[in-house]
Structures are given as C-alpha cells and as structure tokens.
C-alpha cells in the first residue's frame, strides 16, 4: 500500500501535456494557449467618444457655467460605426455618440448632461446651437487609439488558462481561432453484475449505475470530453470486450473491481492487458484504487493507455477522481498548477484517525468574520452520495494525526472552487 503522494506521482508520470489543436475561440474556455499572441492592430483603432455627447475644442469652453454657458454651433453628428465627414473649427461642435471616432479639430467631449440639450429641445429652440454648461480638461472622455493595446504588442503568453475574458480580447483582435491543448478524451467504464441503465426498471439486487455519470461530469468539468461506454460485467470476456472500446481514447476510468472479493477483477484484467503500478492507496475513503497502463495497436506501433481503477463505492468514486483522476486531465490539458483550491478552517468536532491513512472528510465551509469553518455533512459512509451533495469541500487528514480535535485548524479542498 502506498501513500496518497507516491500514487499521485506515478499517475502523473504516465500523463503529458497533449499536443496542440486550432480551435474557434468560444470552444477554448478553460483550455491553455498553445503560443504566443501578437496584435497586428491598435485597440480602439482610432481616437474615439467614451460618452454620449458633443466634441469640442477644449479651449473653446474655458470659462462655461451654468448661468454663463458657451454656445457653440453644431454642425453634424457621428454615430458608432461611422466616421465623421467634417473637421471641427473653433467655436463648433459634432454631436457623438460613444464609441464614434474622434473628429478632426476636437480633442474632448462634453457629456449631453454638461449641456442644454435637453431643455433646448423641449422648448424647441433651434438644436444647431448648443450650450456648454461648464468648461473641461482637454482629452476629457476620449479613448485614445492604441491605449489598450498597441500594434505590435504581445498580449497573451503561451500557458495561459483561457478565460472570458481572455476570449473577449482575441475576439477584439479579430482572432476567430486560437491554438490550444486539446482536450483529452476519456473513455468512462462502470464494472459489475448489478448495475443497470438509469432507463431500465429497477429490479430486485439490481442498483443504478450513478458512476459512470458522477465520473462523466468530472471529467467534463475539469476539461476533459467524456465518453461513456456502458457497464462491464463481472466476467473477463465482457470486461475485455468493453475496454477495447474506449483504448483509442487517451485515459481510461473504471469503477469497481478493484478490491479482493472474487468477481474484482479489473486490475486482473490490467494486468494481463498491459502493466499495473499499484493498486491499494493508503487513504479513506479510495483505498482500492488500481493504476496501471494498457497496450493498444496504433498503426505500427504500441501506445500505452493511461487506466485508473476508481473503487466502486460513489463517494470513494468521487473523492478519488479528485485526488488523481482531476489532476492527471489538468496535466494533460497543459496547466501548470494541478492542486486543488485549498483553505484552514476550524473543524467543529473529533475525528480520530485509528489506522494511519489519510482521511478526507466531506464538510460544508462557512465563513464568518473572515475566517473559516468546517461542519461535517454528516454520516461518512462511502455509499452516502448525498454526504458529496451537501459538501462544499473535503478536510484533509494526515496519515500522522491520530486525532484531530473539535476547534483544531484542518486544510479543506474546496471543490467548487474554480481552477486556475
């Protein structure tokens, strides 16, 4: 039996970053960039209106008030999209709207609300002159071109996680595709005599197969795509027959069969099949959790399938996946950082640790007065689903803590916290 660190390491050194693919932007949230990005255009690309309003000459409005407004003759209006047909002379304006470039002559603009506009319209008075109500700083609420970004700059860095706003700016430069790591495809098998489709009536000793879509999410959720291939039988000619379905993908996840009763023999099968490096881990709940690699024929040569064998019970499924199965999909999707979001809360009972394995436990964390605290969910068994469905986060207990006491200081996972 080996520790939760010696099985992550051996997991991960089966696991690489895969290679890069061209993407439309909107299909790469989450994915890392695969080179450098340059623009080739200045963003905004010309001098432009950042309010709704007249544009003016600066120092034709030195010295406006209120009860002492300066008119200024408007002779035209730009609206977003357009440019504007005429150069601004002393003692004019254009009226503009945001966004619209900046016209000839005028170097600030004057939000409608700083002039008469309003109450000159309704009282109809001729709208080709304006009063400005006071005076302004020159360059006042113009975007000038390039202050964001410069043609010529290097705007995003090869390794960078794509997020929102990371798509917004390649779509500002007019990228529609980037360069990612592609997502690795991961084939989901649950094994065993009493599983059934979630479609199929429930019949006596029969439970539902809740695994393969508890690991299906995970996988999704971390980046990775999903492929289900059904459920495995406890024999060696359906289980051989369902792992060659999902040996052209680049991981496979089982569930169950992993453990020493008579019909576990997924890591059986592993090891005729290719290779097995472990198969008890000195956690809880996860302790039967099975690793290995299988040989599949691409073309002329052998590629060695990354397996993890997740136990069967849902909540040792589930905080397996986490510890393993989520950073391995992390690696190969190309992050750097692959441990999970992690805080000290004040635990709010005993948990005693009686064989030296490293517990986690399902808790909910608050937060009160800026710091944190952690409440069990609940029963811990490894068949309470609904222990996963109330927590927020996992408390981690060493493997050389006999007994962590109510008020002491634990480390949390928090598993809904995002990636970065």
């Known amino acids: 039996?080996?520790?939760?660190?010696?099985?992550?390491?051996?997991?991960?050194?089966?696991?690489?970053?895969?290679?890069?693919?061209?993407?439309?932007?909107?299909?790469?949230?989450?994915?890392?960039?695969?080179?450098?990005?340059?623009?080739?255009?200045?963003?905004?690309?010309?001098?432009?209106?950042?309010?709704?309003?007249?544009?003016?000459?600066?120092?034709d409005v030195r010295g406006a008030t209120g009860p002492s407004p300066m008119y200024l003759r408007v002779i035209g209006e730009v609206a977003a999209g357009s440019l504007p047909s005429v150069d601004v002379l002393s003692g004019q304006a254009i009226r503009i709207m945001t966004g619209a470039p900046l016209p000839r002559g005028a170097d600030t603009v004057v939000p409608f609300e700083d002039t008469d506009e309003v109450s000159r319209r309704a009282s109809g008075v001729d709208p080709s002159r304006i009063g400005v109500l006071c005076q302004v700083e020159e360059g006042l609420n113009v975007r000038r071109s390039g202050e964001d970004i410069a043609s010529g700059d290097q705007v995003l860095t090869r390794g960078k996680v794509l997020r929102p706003q990371e798509i917004g700016l390649l779509a500002s430069l007019g990228c529609a595709t980037a360069l990612v790591i592609r997502r690795p495809i991961v084939a989901v098998l649950a094994t065993g005599d009493e599983l059934i489709g979630v479609d199929q009536p429930l019949s006596p000793g029969k439970i539902y197969d809740s695994n393969s879509y508890t690991i299906a999410a995970e996988v999704s959720r971390y980046g990775g795509v999903p492929r289900i291939i059904g459920v495995g039988r406890d024999s060696v000619e359906s289980l051989n027959d369902k792992i060659d379905q999902g040996l052209d993908t680049d991981m496979l996840i089982t569930s169950g069969?992993?453990?020493?009763?008579?019909?576990?023999?997924?890591?059986?099968?592993?090891?005729?099949?290719?290779?097995?490096?472990?198969?008890?881990?000195?956690?809880?709940?996860?302790?039967?959790?099975?690793?290995?690699?299988?040989?599949?024929?691409?073309?002329?040569?052998?590629?060695?399938?990354?397996?993890?064998?997740?136990?069967?019970?849902?909540?040792?499924?589930?905080?397996?996946?986490?510890?393993?199965?989520?950073?391995?999909?992390?690696?190969?999707?190309?992050?750097?950082?692959?441990?999970?979001?992690?805080?000290?809360?004040t635990i709010d009972r005993d948990i005693p640790n009686r064989d030296g394995r490293r517990i986690f436990v399902r808790v909910v964390v608050t937060e009160r007065s800026g710091r944190y605290y952690a409440s069990l969910t609940g029963p811990q068994g490894s068949g309470i689903l609904t222990s996963m469905v109330k927590a927020n986060g996992l408390a981690v207990i060493p493997e050389s803590r006999k007994l962590v006491s109510a008020g002491d200081t634990v480390d949390v996972q928090m598993l809904d916290w995002k990636q970065e």
């Open 257 to 345: 069969g992993v453990s020493k009763g008579d019909y576990d023999m997924v890591k059986d099968v592993l090891a005729e099949r290719g290779e097995i490096n472990f198969w008890t881990v000195r956690m809880k709940p996860g302790k039967p959790l099975a690793f290995g690699t299988m040989v599949t024929a691409e073309g002329k040569r052998e590629r060695r399938v990354p397996h993890l064998g997740l136990p069967g019970n849902p909540v040792s499924s589930m905080i397996t996946f986490e510890q393993f199965a989520r950073p391995a999909i992390l690696k190969m999707l190309g992050y750097e950082n692959l441990a999970k979001p992690a805080i000290q809360a």
């Open 1 to 59: 039996m080996i520790s939760v660190d010696e099985a992550l390491e051996k997991i991960l050194s089966h696991c690489q970053a895969l290679e890069p693919q061209r993407q439309p932007i909107l299909n790469c949230l989450g994915q890392v960039l695969a080179e450098d990005v340059c623009s080739i255009i200045n963003v905004p690309p010309l001098d432009n209106s950042a309010m709704d309003g007249y544009a003016v000459r600066a120092e």
